[in-house]
């Protein structure tokens, strides 16, 4: 597979602790080259003008937390120098509604786009009115969109966002691009869709250094078909799968809805694992050839990187396959802080996808809340900080299509099978892969949490802004 080579200049070559190789595109690598020292001169005329940040979204698609440790330049340079949350969750662990929460910093409670075809509910509401990205816009921030946008985009694939200056977008899942309006066909024998969607977010990091900008880089991978390049398609052949919660043998501490669940086939759940891992090469590719293009026009200790994936992903867990389930492999994603003035580390701060729009909007030195109060909070101050102590202390994910709400607060995890009038509590300290759910009967204190947290969860599911994040605290 044909894949577009960066020069790296000096500067974001040792920056990033890179090996300068020799080109013989002696005419390709000089514009190039050129091109971004330009860019250098004009960031650091910049801040003297408008010093606020840029931010960087790179979203994923049907990445595990598992996933991100197989990704070496990104745990090396992402995750080593930034702050990695081991207590990352969506907002709804499915594809099109996720992003929709993303984009607008609701619940899906709140925006009501509950069909994973997400696109045409989401401007029939009007919700592309008032995003993350016409907020910004209005801030002075020009905006890029670079790969996947919203299930559903392929219904109206001459759609531009309002809020977005540049917008390149996958509209079928296979090769057919969105560029600003146009609509264009990419020869995937020459390059992979999200290796297009990196070069053009690359050059639109070089050619708008002058100001803050803001750009989403939206993989298409992990998601199936597994199409890996041709440089990683071996790299995890044979690799194993057999995690604790594999084809649970005893579904009795389950709702009884699920005790009669079928085993996933062993060697299928297998090759997907491997797949994800193979086209995740290919993103730990892109996220370096953009961290060098922002190293290289002196952009990187200026920009606010954020990365997570739409939803995390089931592999016969519990028996179950896919997404949208309520457990830890579905709800719970890699999500990681690189940023100016952050203090590294790996705290257990429960954060979601909701709070993805707020703290963007807090880089650019906006209120949050102005005009429409946000379901997600900024977590600027406590990056800055360090310290989560004042963080809210419990957390919703939910499906309200399929009738459950999940409740994370300290070491607890509820699931509320309201659809089912059935629930499950689990100690996640002593049962990390949810395999022993503890039952009312088991104490007193079970009975009493078990009320507690269903109370609770009842309250945040019917919540929306700032009552909604009252009661997290």
């Known amino acids: 597979m044909a894949r577009r080579k960066l020069l790296l200049g000096a500067g974001g070559a040792l920056a990033l602790g890179l090996t300068v190789a020799c080109s013989s595109g002696a005419g390709a690598s000089t514009n190039e080259a050129a091109r971004r020292r330009a860019a250098r001169l004009r960031a650091a005329q910049r801040q003297g003008s408008d010093a606020r940040p840029n931010v960087l979204w790179i979203i994923t698609d049907d990445a595990t937390r598992r996933t991100l440790e197989t990704m070496p330049y990104t745990m090396d340079k992402l995750v080593g120098q930034g702050v990695n949350f081991a207590n990352g969750y969506v907002a709804v662990p499915w594809c099109g509604p996720a992003r929709a929460s993303m984009l607008t910093g609701m619940y899906l409670h709140n925006h009501g786009c509950d069909t ?7 401007v029939h509401k009007g919700l592309d009115q008032d995003t993350v990205a016409t907020r910004m816009a209005a801030a002075g921030y020009v905006n890029g969109y670079f790969g996947k946008y919203m299930n559903g985009h392929a219904q109206d694939p001459g759609y531009v966002a309002p809020g977005w200056d540049r917008w390149v977008t996958l509209t079928d899942s296979v090769s057919l691009f969105n560029v600003d309006g146009d609509l264009s066909r990419v020869d995937t024998g020459k390059v992979l869709p999200d290796q297009f969607s990196a070069d053009h977010c690359s050059d639109f990091v070089v050619d708008n250094a002058g100001h803050p900008w803001f750009a989403v880089f939206a993989p298409t991978a992990p998601h199936d078909p597994y199409t890996p390049s041709e440089e990683h398609a071996h790299d995890f052949d044979g690799v194993g799968w057999n995690p604790p919660a594999f084809n649970e043998k005893d579904l009795s501490d389950k709702a009884a809805f699920l005790r009669s669940d079928p085993r996933q086939e062993h060697h299928r759940m297998r090759r997907i694992w491997e797949g994800k891992l193979e086209e995740l090469r290919d993103v730990d590719d892109q996220v370096r050839e953009l961290m060098v293009t922002l190293a290289d026009t002196g952009q990187l200790e200026d920009t606010v990187i954020i990365m997570v994936s739409d939803n995390g992903y089931l592999l016969g867990e519990h028996r179950l396959f896919q997404k949208k389930q309520p457990y830890e492999e579905s709800t719970g994603i890699p999500f990681v802080v690189r940023g100016p003035g952050f203090a590294p580390g790996a705290p257990r701060a429960l954060v979601s996808q909701v ?85 009312a009967s088991a104490s007193a204190r079970a009975r009493t949490e078990r009320a507690r947290a269903q109370r609770e969860v009842g309250a945040l599911r019917r919540a929306g802004g700032l009552e909604l994040r009252a009661l997290e605290v």
Do not use: C
């Open 116 to 122: 994973n075809k997400t696109h045409r509910a989401f």
């Open 355 to 439: 709070d993805l729009m707020p703290t963007t909007l807090a880089v650019a030195g906006l209120d949050p809340d102005a005009g429409r109060a946000l379901d997600g909070r900024s977590m600027l101050a406590n990056l800055r900080s360090g310290d989560w102590t004042d963080w809210r202390r419990r957390l919703l994910a939910e499906n309200p299509k399929q009738g459950w709400a999940q409740l994370r607060e300290g070491d607890l995890a509820y699931i509320d099978y309201y659809a089912h009038d059935a629930a499950e509590l689990y100690d996640l300290s002593k049962d990390p892969h949810q395999m022993r759910s503890i039952p």
